[in-house]
């Protein structure tokens, strides 16, 4: 019986992720690559929003992609997983990298003034760096697949064993694991491009393989919900108390202990609540989940765009920015994702999609 909450987890914030790059955007608290404050207030408020979602969003994604790696490993066999993560996720950030990210590339140099700081850059480096760039938000499918060959390698040792015992995981075991979330939280971070935390994110894989992809477990988080909400929103005010106005996405803000805690938190009561109250499907929901990776995948492009031509010159006022990025952000992301899912060559090349399904 499929899991509709899991669903509904993921595409709720995968748009949450489009609305954050907005404000992202023209953050005012000096997080660079991008176009920067353009606003003329002295503190801009609304940044609040980067700090209340950042901390918990793409480990809650993690957590769901590891309890998807089960349910498909439940009906097909590790060399199946193999193969169809690595045309799901490998292909898009590779081959895709020259079919269609490149675009993104460029227009990334081109809001870091890569080539106007390093104008005696060779054309051959341009074009790697360009090409480099066009990772962009791709570096989320670059770490799930290599968790995914990983999570093979660990399913020949355990052969089950631990995921069985992990079925009897209680709500103290669930609040002690606060202890190695942080620990993993402060281990393992690349110190240049600080997504990469390798640490933190393949524990919380790890974690949504082993202990949530358990009904059982489930079970207990949906008791719980109410008081990890209540815990989740404490620990969401400490932490935007103390580190708003700071870079929230460097040292020492994104290895502190509130962070980390209110990342851990907040993920169990989105688990327990969603799994509670947002167990189900309709039309609405069903479509935006079959386009929830078309949107993660696409809508930085038009959000970017509309900073590096339209908001970085000053050819729009800040409040025309802010509205053209947030349209920008789901309407070419959907344009393009219904353009490109339909081209036999791109729809694999970008999306990793085989064949195109009706609907």
């Not at 290599?146 to 999570?151: C, G, N, Q, V, Y």
């Amino acid at each position: 019986m499929r899991k509709h909450y899991i669903d509904n987890i993921r595409w709720i914030t995968v748009v949450l992720v489009v609305i954050y790059h907005v404000f992202y955007m023209y953050n005012g608290e000096g997080v660079v690559g991008v176009v920067g404050k353009i606003t003329n207030v002295d503190v801009q408020y609304w940044d609040i929003y980067q700090y209340i979602v950042y901390p918990w969003f793409m480990v809650i994604l993690f957590m769901v992609s590891g309890i998807s790696s089960r349910l498909y490993l439940d009906r097909h066999t590790d060399r199946e997983f193999v193969s169809s993560r690595t045309t799901r996720l490998l292909v898009p950030c590779t081959i895709g990298l020259f079919a269609f990210q490149f675009i993104q590339g460029y227009v990334n140099t081109g809001l870091s003034e890569l080539f106007i700081r390093q104008p005696e850059m060779p054309l051959v480096g341009k074009i790697a760096a360009i090409i480099a760039s066009g990772v962009g938000v791709l570096w989320y499918i670059q770490m799930l697949w290599l968790f995914s060959l990983a999570l093979v390698l660990i399913r020949k040792i355990d052969r089950d064993r631990l995921w069985n015992i992990c079925s009897r995981t209680n709500i103290v075991v669930i609040l002690l694991l606060a202890v190695p979330f942080y620990v993993m939280g402060i281990i393992l971070n690349t110190p240049l491009i600080v997504v990469y935390r390798f640490g933190l994110y393949f524990f919380a894989f790890l974690l949504g393989y082993f202990i949530f992809s358990h009904d059982e477990v489930i079970e207990v988080l949906k008791k719980w919900c109410v008081p990890l909400i209540a815990a989740a929103a404490a620990l969401c005010i400490i932490f935007c108390v103390i580190y708003f106005g700071q870079n929230y996405a460097d040292n020492p803000a994104y290895r502190s202990l509130p962070f980390l805690m209110y990342s851990y938190f907040a993920s169990l009561a989105i688990l327990g609540g969603m799994a509670k109250y947002m167990d189900f499907s309709t039309p609405f929901t069903e479509w935006m989940s079959k386009r929830s990776f078309g949107l993660y995948v696409f809508h930085y492009l038009g959000i970017s765009s509309v900073g590096l031509f339209l908001a970085k010159p000053g050819l729009i006022p800040a409040w025309a920015a802010y509205l053209l990025s947030f349209i920008a952000g789901f309407g070419l992301a959907f344009l393009l994702y219904e353009i490109i899912s339909r081209l036999p060559f791109f729809r694999w090349a970008v999306l990793g999609i085989k064949k195109r399904k009706a609907g």
